[in-house]
């Protein structure tokens, strides 16, 4: 059996539809996917056993030039490659607009949410097979629902499997006593203050620890230094493509995470996380898996799901909802967690 994903971003909801891979694996012997994904992602599903072929797409980029896209020679390559060869099945794991439109360049019947399901609800429209999958759940698990219904599997009652093996995939080992801080994120409000960054890596080191600070922007990079700059047993990393990240990750005993797609590839490798969230939920979105444990700031407005703090109280910490997180609270549920593994 022959299957199509599209699931095109962003990095988070394309590690949460890992688990549902390794579902239809199991219950469907000899099953291929091809997967249709951002061109900045496009690493993550290939390291999954299941998936034969990874398809990038660029609309990041092709939004740009909408009027001239047919022009655009890897649009066109793209658009070549989906109509190759017939699908079994064509799986909108996204639920929009954009990735609905990407489902009719293919071959194959069409499964999407419902419009009571999906995030945007004119997309159902374009699907032949439309599936029902409460909302109100963690997106592992809708996502996990919609593949069983669309496959016609009855739905597993085990635990989510990414079905990624970190030391297989990136041939390293889990080195004691090193953690990996996760500290950079795209919201302003999802940034844990600075100040607290740096007094938790100064108790982390106190206490014999070594951190490693990846970054992806010259902003991210400039805090990471002078977070380093308190200690030489804190090493900033060189810039990492996604699989560079990830193996980095995987030699790590612990992380700790602000909400961020890097927090979720932690989960999806099983790295023990301490993940914090201060404006939004965790209950639908958080890190998924075993040895994930997730602080939310007990605050009189979040979750607010704002990308600006509109809090006008005072506050010693930018955005307030986060002096309910300090460092010395975090490196509790941290020692708490390295203490389990």
């Not at 219950?27 to 072929?53: L, M």
């Not at 066109?76 to 099945?89: C, I, K, M, N, T």
């Not at 954009?98 to 945007?120: N, T, V, Y």
Request: hydrophobic share 45%.
């Amino acid at each position: 059996m022959r299957v199509l994903i599209i699931k095109t971003s962003s990095l988070g909801d394309v590690i949460h539809t890992l688990p549902a891979l390794s579902d239809a694996a199991r219950a469907i012997p000899g099953i291929r996917f091809d997967w249709v994904v951002e061109e900045s992602f496009a690493e993550i599903p290939a390291w999954h056993p299941a998936v034969a072929t990874v398809i990038p797409v660029a609309i990041r980029r092709w939004r740009k030039h909408l009027l001239s896209l047919r022009r655009d020679p890897v649009y066109r390559r793209f658009v070549a490659v989906l109509a190759e060869s017939p699908y079994d099945a064509v799986i909108d794991a996204q639920g929009l607009l954009k990735s609905a439109w990407i489902g009719f360049k293919a071959r194959g019947p069409r499964h999407g949410l419902d419009a009571d399901s999906a995030r945007e609800p004119l997309a159902s429209w374009c699907y032949q097979y439309k599936h029902r999958v409460p909302r109100g759940q963690h997106a592992v698990e809708r996502v996990r629902q919609l593949f069983a219904q669309a496959l016609g599997y009855a739905l597993p009652d085990t635990p989510a499997d990414y079905g990624l093996d970190g030391a297989r995939l990136f041939e390293t080992e889990v080195a004691p006593r090193r953690l990996m801080f996760l500290h950079g994120t795209t919201w302003v409000t999802k940034h844990w203050p600075e100040s607290y960054w740096r007094e938790l890596a100064r108790l982390a080191t106190a206490a014999g620890y070594t951190v490693r600070l990846p970054w992806g922007s010259a902003e991210e990079e400039a805090r990471a230094r002078r977070i380093a700059g308190l200690s030489p047993a804190i090493e900033v990393l060189p810039k990492l493509n996604l699989r560079g990240v990830a193996r980095e990750l995987a030699s790590c005993q612990a992380a700790v995470a602000v909400d961020t797609g890097l927090g979720h590839l932690a989960a999806a490798l099983a790295v023990p996380t301490v993940s914090l969230y201060g404006p939004t939920n965790p209950a639908l979105t958080r890190a998924y898996g075993p040895g994930q444990v997730h602080l939310a700031a007990e605050f009189q407005c979040a979750p607010c799901l704002r990308k600006q703090c509109t809090y006008t109280g005072a506050s010693e910490v930018q955005p307030a909802c986060f002096g309910r997180l300090p460092p010395e609270r975090v490196w509790q549920a941290l020692e708490a967690l390295l203490a389990e593994t």
